[in-house]
């Protein structure tokens, strides 16, 4: 069975530190890739999707960047952090095409406050 | 392009009423709808999906939605409320524009009162 793994799951950063979240996923192959994020009283911000290797789209124009060096692996980084980053980073996968397309299978999220 | 709007930041319900949960979509072509719940500090899961068969669709938990294109909406509805239903809730749209990109609405808090 298909299982996505993303950490760290709690992190607090100081203002200007970087950033390297990191998601996996297990029991699939060539699975869509996504970072969404959802701050405090909002809902799920999309910020990058992958459809494939080194493949990404971004979504939001702000500080942080995604990277897919792996068919399964998306890592959502920042250079330098700001105070508004905060928040709650879900990955998610779905398979590529078909009527099971569009069904996202969600992590358990990484908490991110910044200082 | 496609959207979806939720109506409604915050639902409180009796435990044992209905639960009605509103989305409305924005799409020039019949769009794949689906509704997610999230729990406290946890990801988010499937609750049912639209994919232009039937119109109404049953999903997990007693929870069922209505395709409604006369009215662009697809709202959520349980008979019954479970105290365990209290989560904040999301309608998501995905884009014709881009098949692999999901759009979520803003969410609607479901709480249940005793």
Redesign the interface.
């Known amino acids: 069975s298909q299982t996505i793994h993303q950490w760290p799951a709690t992190l607090v950063q100081p203002v200007g530190s970087p950033l390297s979240l990191e998601c996996t996923v297990e029991g699939t192959s060539n699975p869509?890739l996504?970072w969404?994020r959802q701050a405090a009283g909002?809902?799920?911000q999309?910020l990058f999707?992958s459809?494939g290797i080194g493949q990404i789209?971004s979504?939001v124009p702000q500080n942080l960047s995604a990277s897919r060096p792996q068919d399964r692996q998306f890592i959502l980084s920042s250079k330098k952090l700001l105070l508004s980053d905060s928040g709650f980073y879900?990955c998610?996968w779905?398979i590529?095409?078909g009527?099971g397309?569009?069904?996202?299978f969600?992590?358990?999220?990484s908490?991110l406050t910044v200082l | 392009a496609q959207s979806v709007t939720?109506l409604g930041s915050h639902v409180s319900v009796s435990e044992g009423a209905l639960v009605l949960l509103r989305c409305n979509y924005s799409s020039s072509v019949p769009p794949?709808l689906?509704w997610?719940v999230q729990y406290p500090?946890?990801?988010?899961?499937?609750l049912l999906?639209y994919?232009s068969a039937a119109t109404l669709v049953k999903g997990i938990n007693g929870f069922e939605a209505e395709f409604k294109k006369s009215e662009t909406s697809f709202h959520l509805t349980k008979p019954s409320a479970h105290m365990s239903d209290a989560a904040e809730y999301?309608c998501?749209v995905?884009m014709y524009s881009?098949?692999?990109?999901?759009?979520?609405?803003?969410?609607t808090r479901l709480s249940i009162r005793p």
């Open positions: 869509n996504y969404y909002r809902g799920l999309l999707y459809v789209s979504e879900l998610a779905s590529s095409q009527l397309a569009g069904e996202l969600f992590g358990e999220g908490r | 939720q794949y689906f997610y500090n946890q990801g988010l899961q499937l999906k994919t999301f998501a995905i881009s098949a692999s990109k999901i759009i979520f609405g803003s969410g």
